[in-house]
C-alpha cells in the first residue's frame, strides 16, 4: 500500500511561480513512474509530466518550457516546480504513482493551484 501527500499548492498571479511536492509513503520500493495530473472545472483529468524512475520526465504540450517535473528517491518525493503560470493552469493538481509488478495506481489527495491576479 503506497500513500501520497500532496503540498505546495495555492493562489500564485499570471507568470508567477509555484512548486509542487508529492511525498510517498508504505512500500515505496514498489512504485515506478510517477506524475501530475490536473483536472479544471467542467474538464477531464489530463496528465501534465511524468517521470521515471531514473528520472526522465515528459510533458504536455501545454507546459512545455514552463514546467520541470523532478523527483528523489531518496526523500520518496516527486516535484512539480510551475513557472510562468497562467490562468489556464488553474485547476486541482494530483499526483499519481505507478507499481512495478502491479496495474494498480495510487493517488493523492489532490491540491488546488488557482490563477489569478
Known amino acids: 500500500q503506497v500513500q501520497l501527500a500532496e503540498s505546495g499548492g495555492g493562489l500564485a498571479q499570471p507568470g508567477g511561480s509555484l512548486r509542487l511536492s508529492c511525498v510517498a509513503s508504505?512500500?515505496?520500493?514498489?512504485?515506478?513512474?510517477m506524475g501530475w495530473y490536473r483536472q479544471a472545472p467542467g474538464k477531464e483529468r489530463e496528465l501534465v509530466a511524468s517521470?521515471?524512475?531514473?528520472?526522465?520526465?515528459n510533458y504536455v504540450e501545454a507546459v512545455k518550457g514552463r514546467f520541470t517535473v523532478a523527483r528523489d528517491n531518496a526523500k520518496n518525493t516527486v516535484y512539480l516546480q510551475m513557472n510562468s503560470l497562467k490562468s489556464e493552469d488553474t485547476a486541482v493538481y494530483y499526483c499519481?504513482?505507478?507499481?512495478?509488478?502491479?496495474?494498480?495506481?495510487?493517488w493523492g489527495q489532490g491540491t488546488q493551484v488557482t490563477v489569478s491576479s
Open positions: 508504505g512500500t515505496t520500493a514498489a512504485i515506478s513512474d
Open positions: 499519481h504513482a505507478d507499481q512495478w509488478y502491479s496495474n494498480y495506481g495510487y
Open positions: 517521470i521515471t524512475h531514473d528520472g526522465r520526465g
